[in-house]
């Protein structure tokens, strides 16, 4: 996973620190921020995206990779188990809201249907969907400003929740770790609707079909309570991992299959605008993180593209 295989990501402690003016310099240092793309650039990743896209895989390839994705993610874990275990403790900077534990704004318990669920007490909620091994969960719970939180964490791969679950870090007083396949409608959520002040969906709707995304979105914005939020972060288009995938790869537009059968689908901004506001959410934040890495030793240098939003449920 490229995502995952380079930690820049998670080593990147906020946006915009480093910027390249002079690209003379570009060795000097391992990361650049806002990095601007030239005419020449894009030029060069269209074409680059005409070639690998422009035929897509058959309709049947298709579908053994959406029936078999939660087989293709267990099959990664078991594989590798924590190895591509990631830091984000970036996360309480870009969403301070984590460690402020307001209660959302206007809601209160009676609007919420609270017949017992797992830390139905909890003053502030939150949910990681798609946790993986818990890069972010752990870093959650291990913050102790979290005093009033309790951690809901979910993933389609069995061996991945089992991951989590057998982290001495894992601790049931403060989180609840469950199996659960996201695209799938009428989700059973172990707690009633409205009750979750955060959602974050960090690098996981990349990994579902593109058909899906509206449908997984809604559910989720029925989920938290009015006054709260999602954090989205994923890969964005024209990201080097986008543009490095070989023909025959490609499933749909944007839409590609790794090597070991997960895929993986990038976005752009104007998109995720959409299909979060007809989710009805509000845009607090929509930004795309162009950065450029460097391999100073192999002199090597690597486009990444990310995009980050927060949008929030109306009061
Ligand atoms: C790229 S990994 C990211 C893991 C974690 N969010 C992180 O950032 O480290 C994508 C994760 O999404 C999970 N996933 C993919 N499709 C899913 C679905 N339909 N429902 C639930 N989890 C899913 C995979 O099992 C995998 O753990």
């Keep these: 996973m490229e995502e995952s295989s380079d930690n820049s990501e998670s080593k990147r402690p906020q946006f915009g620190t480093r910027h390249l003016s002079d690209p003379q310099n570009v060795f000097q240092h391992n990361a650049w921020d806002n990095v601007v793309w030239g005419d020449e650039q894009m030029k060069e990743a269209e074409a680059k995206l ?36 990631k830091d984000r403790h970036w996360l309480f900077t870009e969403l301070p809201e984590l460690c402020n534990e307001q209660p959302t704004e206007n809601v209160s318990e009676t609007e919420v249907n609270t017949t017992g669920f797992p830390c139905q007490s909890a003053g502030f909620r939150i949910m990681e969907v798609g946790c993986g091994t818990g890069s972010t969960v752990f870093p959650l719970l291990e913050a102790n400003t979290l005093k009033k939180s309790f951690v809901y964490c979910c993933d389609f791969s069995p061996k991945a929740v089992e991951l989590v679950k057998s982290n001495p870090e894992y601790d049931p007083t403060k989180c609840h770790a469950f199996v659960c396949d996201l695209s ?55 990201d080097m991992a986008e543009l490095r995938f070989k023909p ?10 790794r090597g070991d059968g997960t895929r993986v689908y990038f976005f752009s901004q104007d998109e995720l605008r959409k299909l979060f506001e007809e989710s009805g959410l509000v845009e607090e934040q929509n930004v795309i993180d162009r950065r450029l890495l460097v391999n100073r030793g192999k002199q090597l240098t690597m486009y990444r593209v990310w995009i980050q939003c927060k949008y929030r449920k109306p009061t």
Excluded at 51 to 79: G, H, P, R, V
């Design 184 to 238: 799938e409608d009428n989700i059973t959520f172990p707690f009633p609707e409205n009750s979750l002040d955060i959602i974050l969906v960090i690098f996981v709707l990349s990994a579902i079909s593109p058909e899906k995304f509206s449908s997984t979105i809604k559910q989720l914005s029925r989920q938290l309570k009015p006054g709260g939020r999602i954090f989205f972060r994923d890969y964005g288009r024209y």
């Design 50 to 85: 005409k070639l690998n896209s422009s035929s897509f895989m058959t309709e049947e390839a298709a579908l053994k990779y959406e029936k078999e994705a939660s087989q293709f993610w267990d099959t990664f874990y078991s594989t590798h188990e924590n190895k591509f275990f």
């Design 248 to 257: 025959g790869k490609c499933i749909s537009e944007h839409f590609f299959v």
